[in-house]
């Protein structure tokens, strides 16, 4: 273009002896190090054109467009051979001429390593230096990063770690608390049953001094009772159906029902003494509370001739139990008497 572009500037330099891996060149082999460097330094000179054709299309930009010459990628690369080039240039010297090199080499297989074979050897080692000294970073640098990936598992470790002692450590509080709660509702049952024992036993004494002051009395009194409560319930009942005509309302027939029903447990007793089902009447009988538990004295009537309080299969009971007759006599002629 007819306008004048500034290059862009060039890449660092790069590593020395790259392709030599990482593999330092003894200084003891001299001559073939010399031969290496005169054909580096021949091919140098042989492809001096294309770079100065390289260098000049860098500078180029399209007239229409305005851009490099070269795509970003393209101009990246041949920037850093240019650049690859012109290092080599700088730090390799120029061979010498043919007369010269012959004199200088029959020269230095008679005198040691004077003129430019000494020049070299003195290259060879700053190149041995730099080389070192690369490898030397580029270890330092491998060191640095081993201790980075060795630092991070350590935390990561410890973080996992961490981690799992305080999943641990909640799940001992979760179990804790577990604990806590059920000894706390265990406590509760506990508590609970303890409140209905004292409530059994203290409704239990009561039942048990009621009864104990009903057998006081005797069962003449009771029947008393029951004859007064039958025909005082049935007078009230027959107010309250005035003009009906019903033989519930009699009460002579109510206090003759009680009476037959009583007689009729009595006697069955006495007549089937070894059979257990004739002492035992359920609470809740239909019959039962109809002819008898309705009334006040009626099963006040069978606890005065011997009857307790008690269960069959948690199903509240009036039960009759006759004593041993050879351990209580006494005993037993008591309730048989009372039976009769």
């Not at 660092?12 to 330094?41: C, E, G, R």
């Not at 990246?76 to 051979?81: E, G, N, P, S, T």
């Not at 020269?107 to 030397?136: A, C, F, I, K, Y």
């Amino acid at each position: 273009t007819s306008e004048e572009t500034t290059p862009p500037p060039p890449p660092p330099d790069p590593p020395l002896f790259m392709n030599f891996q990482s593999k330092v060149i003894p200084i003891s082999n001299v001559a073939t190090a010399v031969a290496a460097l005169t054909k580096i330094q021949s091919s140098l000179s042989s492809i001096q054109p294309k770079m100065d054709r390289f260098r000049k299309r860098l500078a180029e930009r399209d007239p229409i467009t305005d851009k490099p010459r070269y795509g970003d990628k393209t101009q990246r690369r041949v920037q850093a051979l240019v650049h690859a080039h012109d290092f080599l240039e700088r730090h390799i010297p120029p061979p010498p001429p043919a007369t010269a090199a012959s004199s200088s080499v029959s020269n230095n297989s008679q005198e040691g390593l004077p003129g430019d074979m000494s020049l070299s050897q003195e290259l060879l080692v700053q190149l041995q230096q730099r080389h070192t000294h690369q490898l030397t970073q580029e270890q330092l640098a491998q060191q640095e990063a081993d201790r980075e990936r060795q630092r991070l598992q350590e935390q990561a470790r410890q973080e996992a770690l961490q981690k799992q002692q305080q999943e641990a450590q909640r799940a001992l509080e979760a179990a804790e608390r577990q604990r806590q709660e059920q000894a706390a509702a265990e406590a509760e049952l506990r508590r609970q049953a303890e409140a209905a024992r004292q409530r059994r036993l203290a409704q239990e004494r009561a039942e048990q001094e009621w009864v104990d002051t009903i057998r006081a009395q005797g069962v003449k009194v009771q029947l008393e009772l029951l004859k007064e409560s039958t025909t005082k319930n049935n007078m009230e009942v027959g107010n309250d159906k005035e003009g009906e005509d019903d033989d519930d309302d009699d009460p002579q027939a109510a206090f003759a029902t009680a009476i037959t029903s009583l007689h009729t447990i009595f006697q069955q007793i006495n007549a089937h003494p070894e059979e257990t089902k004739f002492r035992r009447i359920r609470r809740d009988h239909e019959k039962f509370t109809q002819d008898i538990g309705r009334h006040k004295g009626g099963v006040e009537v069978l606890l005065a001739a011997g009857f307790s309080l008690g269960a069959i299969d948690d199903v509240p009971c009036y039960l009759s139990v006759e004593p041993d007759l050879e351990t209580d006599m006494d005993g037993w002629s008591a309730w048989f008497d009372l039976n009769k």
